[in-house]
């Protein structure tokens, strides 16, 4: 499942999560900002805003979020 996504009622349809699509906003805004990947990391976890995982943001994990482009 993409990160900022959850599976829709239907089972069948992508629709967003609103947590999740929080963070990947201001993942987004971290990197316009110019922040490298473990910097953007670093913020995110500094800000309680953690992967699905709870564990630590890692910066292939980052990549891959902002590179995800989904359409619901």
């Known amino acids: 499942m993409p990160y900022g996504w959850s599976l829709a009622a239907d089972g069948e349809h992508l629709e967003p999560n609103t947590a999740e699509q929080?963070?990947?906003?201001?993942?987004?805004?971290?990197?316009?900002?110019?922040?490298?990947l473990r910097k953007i990391g670093e913020r995110l976890e500094a800000k309680s805003l953690l992967p699905r995982s709870g564990g630590h943001w890692h910066a292939k994990t980052i990549q891959d979020?902002?590179?995800a482009e989904v359409s619901a």
Not at 22 to 36: F, N, P
């Open 22 to 36: 929080e963070i990947v906003q201001a993942a987004l805004e971290l990197k316009a900002a110019g922040l490298s």
């Open 65 to 67: 979020l902002l590179a």
